[in-house]
């Protein structure tokens, strides 16, 4: 996957989950559905529908939260 060519895809509320969660190496089944569904492409997944999110995807999603204004 490669979270960085599909950023503009995904709805907010699911940038905002990977911005939340920017730890994350493996994308609960249900978030891996809407990001195949946003994007429509489907995800390589594991027997539980779960994506695993690459070095590169979490460093994006890194950059992404100092992009986030501050409150």
Known sequence: MNLKD??????????????????????????????????????????HGEAAISREDQDFIRSKISEQPRT
């Open 6 to 47: 599909r950023w503009g895809h995904l709805d907010p509320a699911t940038q905002k989950w990977l911005i939340d969660n920017p730890g994350c190496q493996i994308l609960p089944r249900t978030i891996t559905a809407v990001i195949s569904k946003e994007t429509g492409e489907s995800l390589p997944t594991g027997l």
